[in-house]
């Protein structure tokens, strides 16, 4: 009997444990749009995306010129001179590929300037997040903003202001809305 009312505290004590924790929500999107240093990132981040696509536009611009002008003069030209042409365009045309794939590549520049300007920044709201968890002792803090889906959310759990403040940041509008 002793042991069965041991066991059953044990039990009981360990739930309440469980159901203890606190949990937080913070909108990792919100937070960031509200930071200074992250929005003109993401401005520099969209200035060089829109001038290095003009730039591969204007190779392949003018490889449809090339190409066009090829074809007005394949009739008139000696095979060897078609020949010649012929690679002219396809070399151009693996230019302007590789160019695409340096610039927007799975390692290319556009990787790496985000990489350089952006990880930064979510790494200062990831410290800032780890460490308002810690002094308050939640177990788990989500990001609503992620492929976590949140049927629902209590405003009160929403710790997205505090980290803003956390990180030195007034927002510009208020969280959830």
Known sequence: MKKLFLALL????????????????????????????YVEAQAELDRLSVNWQKEIEAKFKEIDEMYRKYQQDAVLLPEDAKIKRQNEIINAENDAKELQRKRFGTDGDLYKKREELIKPIQDRVFTAIEEYARERAYAFVFDKAGDLTIVYA???FDINDAILAKLGVVANNKSGE
């Open 154 to 156: 209590d405003s009160k």
């Open 10 to 37: 044990f039990f009981l004590a360990g739930s309440v444990a469980l159901f203890a924790q606190k949990y937080a929500y913070i909108d990792s999107e919100y937070i960031l749009s509200n930071m200074p240093s």
